[in-house]
């Protein structure tokens, strides 16, 4: 999450946190093969989130871990993301 000001000259795409399908069809367009994930992450209200199909999917496996603590979660988010053919 960043201002649109810091980005200016990088090329970007604005894409809901929500919308995870959307999120790997752009990776693949763009041929994205390695995703990294630094800093900080706030949770956001579940009701913000606007989710897609593939989001869906994903915080049904994740709500179930959420009681293990985060780094649980955060192994899932990579293991998915893995699935997908990222590493």
Wanted: aromatic letters at 8%; proline letters at 2%.
């Amino acid at each position: 999450i960043t201002d649109g000001d810091s980005i200016l000259q990088i090329p970007h795409r604005w894409v809901h946190i929500g919308k995870v399908g959307e999120i790997i069809k752009c990776f693949r367009e763009e041929g994205v093969e390695t995703v990294l994930m630094a800093g900080r992450v706030g949770r956001p209200a579940f009701s913000s989130l606007h989710m897609d199909f593939t989001a869906l999917r994903l915080v049904r496996k994740l709500a179930r871990l959420s009681s293990l603590g985060d780094d649980k979660v955060f192994s899932a988010i990579i293991h998915f993301l893995e699935e997908q053919g990222f590493v």
